[in-house]
C-alpha cells in the first residue's frame, strides 16, 4: 500500500454545527454555453444573467454560476435536481487493477434522488482564498502536515504548512495541508461573510457533481493514454519528480509533477473543474466501509465512524485506479496531507 495514502488516516476531531444566517440574494453572474470541449464533446454556454422582471435576484436556474459577494466568495454552479447511481459497478475496481484497501468501500451500487437545491463550487478553494481567510480570522498555523521531502519519500514535517507544502505552488493551486476542521472553519468564515449557509458537500451531491450524468469510471475517457488531457495524476512527469513511485501512468504526461493551478483541464458536463485528480476533496459525511443503508436522498450520513470524513476525487499524487469517481478514502479529520484539499457547497434556500 503506498505510503501517502495511509497517511491521511490519522486521528480526528468534529466539527461545529452550522448556525443558521440571515439571507440576501445571490450575486448571480452567468450560466456557462458556448464553449466546445473536444474531449469531453459538451458545451459550456455563453453568458446569461438571471434576475426577475421585478429587478429583484431570483434563485438561480440550474448551471447558473454565481457569487454572493465580490471579495472571498468562490464561483458557484447551481446543479439541478436528478437521481443516479452512486458506486462502483461489479468488475470496475478489478478492471482498474485497484489495491486491495480501496477495495469494496464502494458498493453495493445504489440509486440516490437528489430532491433538493444546492450550488458546488466551480474550483477546489485555492490558496489565495485560504490565505483570505486565515488573515481575517487569524488562523494559526498547523503544527505538522504529512509531505515530500528531500529525499524524495515523503514525511510527516514540522515545518510544512498550507503557505509551505513541500513543493512549489501559485496563488491559484488547490491549497493543501489542511483537515477536515479547518475546512468546516473556513465555511463557516464563508457563511458568514455570504449570508448563505454553506458548507462541504455530501458525499452523495459530490459523487452526483462529479459524474455530471456519466456512468463509467470517470468523466470522461478511460484510455491511459488520454487520463493527462484532463486529469491530474500520478503520470511520467510525475514519476520524473517522484522517482521512488512506481504506480504511475507511463502511457502520457499531463504537465504537472505536483499540483496544478485550478481549471488547468476541461470541465465535466456540469461546469466542474478537477473533480478527479489534483486533490482529495474533504466531504461532510461520516465513514462507512460500504454503501449499506447508505442515505438515498443525498443527504449527509451522519451514522458510523464520525472520527473519520470521507475524501472523494483522488489526487496528482495517485495511480489511475484511484482517480475515479466512485473511489472513496475515510480519513481522520486531523489529517493534513500535501495532496488533500476541499471545495465548498451552498444549500439553496
Known amino acids: 500500500m503506498n505510503p501517502k495514502v495511509l497517511a491521511l488516516c490519522v486521528a480526528l476531531a468534529l466539527s461545529l454545527p452550522v448556525q443558521t444566517l440571515p439571507q440576501t440574494p445571490p450575486r448571480v453572474i452567468s450560466t456557462p454555453t458556448g464553449y466546445r470541449n473536444d474531449i469531453m464533446g459538451f458545451r459550456e454556454a455563453e453568458t446569461i444573467s438571471y434576475f426577475a422582471a421585478s429587478g429583484r435576484a431570483r434563485a438561480p436556474a440550474p448551471a447558473t454560476q454565481f457569487r454572493d459577494c465580490p471579495n ?72 505538522t502536515c504529512y509531505t515530500p521531502d528531500a529525499s524524495g519519500g515523503e514525511s510527516d514535517k514540522k515545518d510544512a504548512k498550507w503557505h509551505s507544502p513541500g513543493f512549489p505552488q501559485t496563488g491559484r493551486d488547490p491549497v493543501v495541508c489542511v483537515n477536515w476542521d479547518d475546512a468546516q472553519a473556513y465555511v463557516a468564515w464563508l457563511s458568514a461573510k455570504a449570508g448563505h449557509v454553506y458548507r462541504l458537500p455530501t458525499e452523495a451531491e459530490w459523487e452526483y457533481a462529479a459524474r455530471a450524468g456519466t456512468t463509467t469510471a470517470r468523466y470522461g475517457s478511460d484510455r491511459p493514454a488520454e487520463l493527462c488531457h484532463y486529469i491530474n495524476h500520478a503520470d511520467l512527469d510525475f514519476s520524473e519528480q517522484h522517482p521512488r513511485e512506481s504506480d504511475v501512468n507511463r502511457a502520457c504526461r499531463d504537465g504537472f509533477g505536483f499540483t496544478s493551478p485550478v481549471g488547468s483541464f476541461p470541465p465535466n458536463r456540469f461546469g466542474l473543474y478537477d473533480m478527479l485528480g489534483n486533490v482529495w476533496q474533504w466531504t461532510e459525511d461520516c465513514w462507512n466501509d460500504d454503501y449499506k443503508d447508505a442515505p438515498p436522498d443525498g443527504s449527509s450520513w451522519q451514522n458510523g465512524n464520525c472520527g473519520r470524513r470521507v475524501m472523494r476525487g483522488g489526487a496528482y499524487s495517485l495511480m489511475p485506479a484511484l482517480v475515479r469517481s466512485s473511489v472513496r478514502l475515510g480519513a481522520k479529520s486531523s489529517a493534513r496531507d500535501h495532496s488533500g484539499g476541499f471545495r465548498v457547497a451552498r444549500t439553496i434556500e
Open 72 to 143: 472571498g466568495c468562490p464561483e458557484m454552479v447551481m446543479l439541478p435536481r436528478g437521481r443516479f447511481v452512486m458506486g462502483a459497478p461489479p468488475g470496475e475496481e478489478e478492471r482498474e487493477n485497484a489495491p486491495n484497501y480501496f477495495r469494496g468501500h464502494s458498493v453495493p451500487q445504489h440509486s440516490v434522488t437528489i430532491q433538493h437545491s444546492f450550488a458546488i463550487a466551480k474550483f477546489d478553494v485555492t490558496r489565495d482564498e485560504y490565505a483570505q481567510f486565515v488573515a481575517e480570522t487569524k488562523r494559526p498555523d498547523p503544527d
